[in-house]
């Protein structure tokens, strides 16, 4: 696609139940990357992908979040047993070869709402 | 770990000069960059230091110095339009991007 697309754009769920984010990045973008940005807060860092591996998983907040991603393309960001403060936007940019461009796309986000 | 710190906000008049301070602490640093993000919309880039000195884009310019561990990003003659939160990020050796918590630069006319 002509830019990284992120699905749905905006979600509402109840506390408690489980929640998929999904990342179409820019075909053939090696590098892909999640964050989470709370209202008028930074881009707080949750996990990378090189390929279909995740070599830093260290800003996952808890257990209840996990990622994966699949053919060198599609990514899901799933989130367990939702928590109020579990809302945020939730950003994914990948980046082509970051080695030679270091140039990262990013979506539009989810809007994810816990009530 | 990464840390980076950036000034929360800066106010200036449209026409003027802003100049947006980054001090980082990473291992395996291996450039820094710049994105902007206008509310409600997704982070752009700007632009992007791996080697010292001064990279000028248009009204923008970006500075490093590695051995000083800081960075800076210039905007010139100063738009309205230029009104957004602006942040710096560091990319590790094995290309994990960290941010800053961003700097909202407020235009007035």
């Known amino acids: 696609g002509a830019g990284v697309s992120q699905s749905p754009s905006n979600k509402v769920t109840e506390k408690g139940k489980d929640v998929e984010l999904r990342c179409d990045p820019i075909?053939?973008?090696?590098?892909l990357y999640w964050y989470r940005q709370r209202l008028g807060q930074g881009l707080e860092f949750l996990i990378y992908?090189?390929?279909?591996?995740?070599?830093?998983k260290s800003g996952l907040p808890s257990d209840r979040f996990s990622a994966e991603r699949t053919g060198e393309s599609v990514s899901t960001l799933t989130i367990q047993r939702t928590q109020q403060e579990d809302s945020a936007v939730y950003l994914c940019?990948?980046?082509?070869?970051?080695?030679?461009?270091?140039?990262?796309?990013f979506g539009q986000g989810t809007r994810l709402t816990v009530v | 770990g990464q840390s980076l710190e950036q000034p929360s906000e800066v106010t200036a008049v449209e026409g003027a000069i802003v100049q947006i301070n980054c001090t980082y602490q990473?291992?395996?640093?291996?450039?820094l960059s710049w994105y902007q993000q206008h509310d409600g919309g997704a982070p752009t880039f700007l632009s992007y230091?791996?080697?010292?000195g001064l990279e000028e884009t248009g009204r923008f310019s970006s500075f490093l110095s590695r051995s000083d561990s800081y960075g800076y990003l210039l905007l010139q003659e100063l738009q309205m339009k230029d009104s957004a939160s602006y942040f710096c990020?560091?990319?590790?050796?094995?290309?994990?991007?960290?941010f800053g918590a961003g700097t909202t630069v407020t235009v007035r006319a």
């Open positions: 940019a990948s980046s082509f070869k970051p080695q030679l461009n270091t140039e990262a796309f």
């Open positions: 075909s053939g973008h090696t590098a």
């Open positions: 992908f090189q390929g279909n591996s995740a070599p830093d």
């Open positions: 990473t291992s395996g640093f291996y450039g």
């Open positions: 230091n791996a080697l010292d």
């Open positions: 990020a560091v990319q590790r050796w094995d290309y994990k991007l960290s």
